[in-house]
Nanobody, 122 residues
Framework: QVQLVESGGGLVQAGGSLRLSCAAS????????MGWYRQAPGKQRELVAD???????NYASSVKGRFTISKDNAKNTVYLQMNSLKPEDTAVYYC????????????????WGQGTQVTVSS
């Protein structure tokens, strides 16, 4: 069993900053990719940013230059620093990881956090 606990969401004015954290715990042998997705009301869930095991990063075009994803391997934690926030960034942000739960696991599995609300006021 793998648990993802997110924190750091909240209400902020446009132009402000927030930092999201997601700590993974439980049966984790190795983590392949850690990332953040978001879902605004009436819209599909979309990738915000992810980071691979080697540190390579990938960002949605809408957040490039404003958001930074990072991780602490020792803590199995991924962060999302969000700067210059805009009202259109308002959404529920979800942490997602792909991981092998055991050393003998052939496949990696996808795990999701419960989501944290980010609201940006204009």
């Amino acid at each position: 069993q793998v648990q993802l606990v997110e924190s750091g969401g909240g209400l902020v004015q446009a132009g402000g900053s927030l930092r999201l954290s997601c700590a993974a715990s439980g049966s984790i042998f190795s983590i392949n990719v850690m990332g953040w997705y978001r879902q605004a009301p009436g819209k599909q869930r979309e990738l915000v940013a992810d980071i691979g095991s080697g540190g390579s990063t990938n960002y949605a075009s809408s957040v490039k230059g404003r958001f930074t994803i990072s991780k602490d391997n020792a803590k199995n934690t991924v962060y999302l620093q969000m700067n210059s926030l805009k009202p259109e960034d308002t959404a529920v942000y979800y942490c997602r990881i792909t991981a092998r739960p055991f050393s003998y696991s052939i496949s990696s599995y996808v795990y999701w956090g419960q989501g944290t609300q980010v609201t940006v006021s204009s």
